[in-house]
């Protein structure tokens, strides 16, 4: 049986496993079994929660939203983050996005942290795709998850820390660095300071 066969016979807690249930399971399994192959190789795994309703949900793809793939359907804020830093970095080639739980918990509008029991169910799936892979956790509850180092999770004001945690595991990528107003003081300060404290 393959990886996507096993994950479409999953029963994760009462998730939704939308690679089985739905009228777009067919599309979402081949848009998955495309991922996995183009990916074969990438070094690292990044791994999420679980699915978001707005995102992996609707277009099988973790941190991806419809929208990414196709020009419709919903946007995705963590999707669109996660994306635009790995394009960024010039990582998008070298990292699998997969999540402890690979499939949705919640309704077709919301999402709900997953259940212990469901990540413990999701979890031979992530360690499967973690092998001769080096593992980076999105938030807390992933790297609990995953027994990983973790990068804050980009919601709620923490996009910079994302990418800067990214930069951290990723020496690979570009070091890109966003100045703000803070750093050009910083850096004024210390261009002031003498050399040699007496």
Request: hydrophobic fraction near 40%; glycine fraction near 10%.
């Amino acid at each position: 049986m393959s990886f996507v066969e096993e994950l479409v016979a999953a029963e994760i807690g009462t998730t939704f496993n939308f690679y089985r249930e739905g009228p777009r399971a067919a599309l979402l399994r081949r848009r998955l079994e495309v991922y996995l192959t183009a990916r074969q190789h990438a070094r690292f795994l990044l791994v999420g929660e679980a699915p978001g309703y707005r995102g992996a949900r609707i277009s099988g793809l973790p941190f991806t939203s419809e929208r990414q793939l196709s020009g419709n359907g919903p946007a995705e804020a963590t999707a669109t983050i996660v994306r635009r830093a790995l394009s960024e970095l010039g990582l998008e080639e070298d990292v699998l996005c997969w999540n402890a739980v690979p499939t949705h918990p919640g309704s077709a509008t919301s999402n709900r942290r997953p259940t212990a029991a469901e990540i413990a169910a999701g979890l031979p799936f992530a360690g499967t795709l973690a092998r001769r892979r080096t593992v980076i956790a999105v938030g807390r509850v992933a790297a609990e998850a995953m027994a990983a180092p973790y990068v804050r999770h980009p919601s709620h004001g923490g996009v910079e820390a994302f990418r800067d945690g990214l930069l951290r595991f990723a020496s690979g990528g570009r070091p890109v660095r966003r100045f703000h107003a803070k750093d050009l003081e910083r850096k004024a300060r210390r261009d002031r300071a003498p050399l040699v404290r007496g």
